[in-house]
C-alpha cells in the first residue's frame, strides 16, 4: 500500500489549506517518518471504536457490515458486570442509567467476532459555573518581583496577588502553567513545556513557609543579588531553592512532628501510584544523566517491582525527598486557593494546561503507550506565524489512549483541576486532531492527525464535574468547521482574544458578537502588550529579530482607528487600557481576564513565538514590587470600567 493511501486509511490529513489560505501537501519523506512513528490502527470488526454515552440522553450506536447477529454485550467495570444484553438488528440502544465513568464494553457477534472497547459514560455537559459575569487578573507567576521571594515569583507571591485582586475587584488569579520543569534545565523555563503536566514546578515553593527550614547567612546574602535586574536569574535562583529544599527534607526526616509525617504520608498515599513512578523517574533520570531511552533496558519502562526495588535500597532518601518537595508545592498552592475561598472569589485560581509534554520527561516515560515521543505538535503556517509552530512537544496519540481507557488524559485533568475553579487547555484543537511535524522537518511539512474527539470531550466534562471545574477550551487558530460548536454542546466554553476579533474589513466586533460561555481577554502571553501593540512596540521588536510580524505599520494604524471608533459608537471617550476594559466588561462573556503587565503599562510582551533565546522569553521580572502594584494601578478607574462585574 503507498504511503499516502495509508495515512487516508489511518484518516491522516496530507493535504489541507493553512491559516495563510495556500494549499499544502506533505512530502513522502515526512509522511514515511510520520506513520512510522504512529502506533497502528486495527479498527474492531463490531464496533471499531470507543462508545460515549451521555446520561439521561438518548444514545445508540450502529453495529458494522461485517457483524453477524445477534451481538451480545457486557459493560463491566472494578466491581463487575453492570449492564449486559443482545442486539437482534444492527444498532445497540444503551440504558439510560449506566453509572457516570470509563467502562470496558465487551462484544461478541454470532460468528465469534470479538470486540473489547471503552465505553465513557458522561454527564451531559461539563461544569458550568455557578457565576453570572466576574473578572480575572491574568499574572505570569515567575516575574512577580517581591521583597521576600528568591529572584522568582512564588506560592506566598500567589497569596498576595489574590489579596490584591479582591481588593481590585476581580473573582481569580489567572496563571501561565505551573507543570513540573527539569530542576536541572533552569535555563530550560518555557512554563509550555514541562517534564510533567501531573505534578509542580518546585521554582514555585516559597522555602521559608516549610515548617523545618531555617535560612543561613549566606542565603540571606545571595538572596540580595538574585532580587536584582530585569531579568529572572534561573540558574542562581534554582540553585539557592534546591539547596534550601534539601535542608529542609533533612531537617524533616530529623524531627517532623508526628501530624506532619502523617499528612505527608497521606499525600503521598493519595497520589500513588504516579508519584511513586515520578520520584523514581527524576531519581533515575539525575543518576544516568541520559534520555530515558538510553537508560539501561530494566528502567525504559516503568515497572511496579522495580520501583519498589528501588525505593528500598540506597535511592529511598532521594525518592522520598522527590516526593516530599511535591507534597510542599501541593500545600501551598492549596493554602493559596484556600485563601480565595476565605475571600469569597467565584473562581479562585484559573490555571493553563500545556499542549504536550517533553519527549525526555516523566509524561512520556510513564505513558509510552498513549504518548509519541518521535513527533513534535505544532501547527500550521498562519498570518501571525508565517514559518508555522513546531513546538517540540511530545502529545497524546488515539490508539494508546483507547487502549489505556483514556486514563492519562483523565489524569492529566485531575492533576490539572485539583486547586482549580477553571483551567485553559492550551490548543484545544488538538483534542479533534493534532498537527505532528517528524523531526528534521520545517513546521510546514506537518500533517494533521485525527483523535478521539468525542470520547475525550467526555472524558473531560467527566473531570469538570467531578472537580467543579470550568474548562476553556484555546481554540484560536486554523479551526475546523464545526468545532467551536462541538466543544460549546459539551460546556466546554471559547477563547476570545479582542485583537482577533474582526471582520473582513478590520472592523473590530460589537459586544453582541461575545459568546456568553468564553474568556474574552484583549491579548495572550504570545501577543503584544495593549501598551506595546499601541505604540508598535511588537512590530519593532519582531523586525529587530528578523520575524515578519505578519502586520504591515499601515495595517496598525487602521487597527487603531478602528478600535477607536469601536469605543466611540459605544460612549467611551478615551482609548486607555482602562476604556478597553470597559468594553470588554460589557461582552455577555461570564469570564473577563486582564494582565498584570497591562496594568503596568509594559510594552514587552512575556513570549515570543519563534525565538529561543533572541528574547528573554520567561524571564522578565515585573517592574513594580507587588507590595506597590495597587499604587501603580488607578483603581477608581478600573473598578468604573468593571462595574458591571467587579465584586466591588
Not at 486509511?9 to 513522502?28: K, M, N, S
Not at 461570564?590 to 519563534?610: K, S, T, Y
Amino acid at each position: 500500500m503507498d504511503l499516502f493511501a495509508q495515512a487516508k486509511r489511518q484518516g491522516i490529513q496530507t493535504e489541507f489549506v493553512d491559516g495563510q489560505g495556500h494549499r499544502r501537501v506533505t512530502a513522502a519523506a515526512a509522511l514515511k517518518i510520520i506513520l512510522d512513528a504512529l502506533p497502528p490502527q486495527t479498527p474492531g470488526p463490531l464496533i471499531g471504536g470507543p462508545v460515549v454515552v451521555r446520561s439521561g440522553l438518548p444514545t445508540r450506536t450502529e453495529l458494522s457490515a461485517a457483524a453477524k447477529l445477534p451481538v451480545r454485550w457486557k459493560i463491566e467495570e472494578d466491581h463487575g458486570v453492570i449492564a449486559e444484553g443482545e442486539a437482534s438488528d444492527r444498532v445497540i440502544v444503551w440504558p439510560l442509567d449506566l453509572p457516570l465513568g470509563v467502562h470496558r464494553l465487551q462484544l461478541a457477534d454470532a460468528a465469534s467476532a470479538t470486540e473489547d472497547v471503552p465505553l465513557l459514560s458522561a454527564p451531559p455537559k461539563a461544569f458550568g459555573g455557578d457565576f453570572d459575569r466576574c473578572w480575572l487578573l491574568a499574572v505570569q507567576l515567575y516575574g512577580v518581583r517581591s521583597a521576600r521571594n528568591w529572584g522568582i515569583g512564588d506560592f506566598t507571591d500567589l497569596a498576595g496577588l489574590i489579596e490584591l485582586a479582591h481588593r481590585l475587584g476581580a473573582d481569580g488569579v489567572g496563571l501561565n502553567p505551573l507543570h513540573a520543569l527539569f530542576d536541572d534545565r533552569p535555563g530550560d523555563c518555557s512554563p509550555y513545556s514541562p517534564n510533567s503536566r501531573l505534578f509542580l514546578n518546585a521554582l514555585y515553593v516559597d522555602p521559608e513557609n516549610i515548617p523545618e527550614f531555617r535560612i543561613d547567612a549566606g542565603t540571606k546574602d545571595a538572596l540580595a543579588r538574585v532580587r536584582e535586574g530585569d531579568n529572572i536569574d534561573y540558574v542562581a535562583a534554582a540553585g539557592l531553592k534546591w539547596r534550601a529544599l534539601r535542608s529542609a527534607f533533612a531537617a524533616f526526616q530529623a524531627g517532623a512532628a508526628q501530624g506532619r509525617r502523617q499528612e505527608f504520608e497521606k499525600f503521598c498515599n493519595q497520589r500513588a501510584p504516579l508519584l511513586s513512578h515520578f520520584a523514581c523517574f527524576e531519581t533515575l533520570r539525575h543518576k544516568f544523566k541520559k534520555p530515558w531511552w538510553e537508560w539501561p533496558e530494566e528502567w525504559r519502562q516503568p515497572d511496579e517491582a522495580k520501583c519498589a526495588e528501588l525505593r528500598s535500597g540506597e535511592d529511598a532518601a532521594e525518592i522520598a525527598f522527590v516526593e516530599f518537595v511535591q507534597w510542599i508545592a501541593d500545600r501551598q498552592l492549596a493554602a493559596a486557593k484556600d485563601s480565595a475561598d476565605r475571600l469569597g472569589m467565584k473562581v479562585g485560581l484559573y490555571l493553563d494546561v500545556a499542549v504536550g509534554v517533553q519527549a525526555d520527561g516523566f509524561d512520556a516515560w510513564n505513558e509510552q503507550v498513549a504518548i509519541s515521543r518521535h513527533l513534535g505538535v505544532g501547527a500550521p503556517p498562519d498570518p501571525l506565524n508565517t514559518a508555522g509552530q513546531s513546538w517540540g512537544l511530545a502529545g497524546f496519540n488515539a490508539t494508546g489512549l483507547e487502549q489505556k481507557s483514556f486514563a492519562p488524559y483523565r489524569d492529566m485533568l485531575r492533576a490539572s483541576m485539583r486547586h482549580a475553579g477553571a483551567i485553559r487547555l492550551d490548543h484545544v484543537l488538538g483534542l479533534k486532531r493534532l498537527y505532528l511535524v517528524p523531526q528534521g522537518f520545517s513546521a510546514a511539512d506537518g500533517v494533521y492527525v485525527p483523535m478521539p474527539f468525542e470520547a475525550l470531550l467526555a472524558a473531560t466534562a467527566q473531570e469538570s464535574v467531578v472537580n467543579r471545574c470550568v474548562v476553556i477550551g484555546e481554540d484560536l487558530g486554523t479551526v475546523p468547521e464545526g468545532f467551536r460548536d462541538q466543544i460549546a454542546g459539551w460546556g466546554i466554553w471559547s477563547y476570545l482574544v479582542m485583537m482577533f476579533e474582526r471582520d473582513d474589513q478590520g472592523l473590530f466586533r460589537g459586544p453582541d458578537h461575545y459568546l456568553a460561555n468564553a474568556l474574552v481577554t484583549f491579548n495572550t502571553h504570545d501577543l503584544s502588550t495593549y501598551a506595546g501593540w499601541r505604540s508598535f512596540g511588537d512590530l519593532k521588536t519582531k523586525r529587530a529579530l528578523g520575524i515578519d510580524p505578519g502586520e504591515s505599520d499601515d495595517a496598525r494604524w487602521h487597527a487603531l482607528a478602528m478600535l477607536d471608533n469601536l469605543l466611540r459608537h459605544h460612549r467611551i471617550d478615551k482609548n486607555d487600557l482602562y476604556s478597553v476594559t470597559n468594553f470588554l466588561a460589557r461582552t455577555p462573556s461570564r469570564l473577563l481576564a486582564i494582565g498584570l503587565e497591562d496594568f503596568l503599562g509594559l510594552v514587552d510582551q512575556p513570549n515570543i513565538p519563534g525565538t529561543v533565546d533572541e528574547h528573554p522569553n520567561w524571564r522578565r521580572r515585573l517592574p513594580v514590587p507587588l507590595e506597590q502594584i495597587a499604587s501603580a494601578i488607578d483603581i477608581a478607574a478600573l473598578k468604573a470600567a468593571t462595574r458591571e462585574r467587579s465584586r466591588a
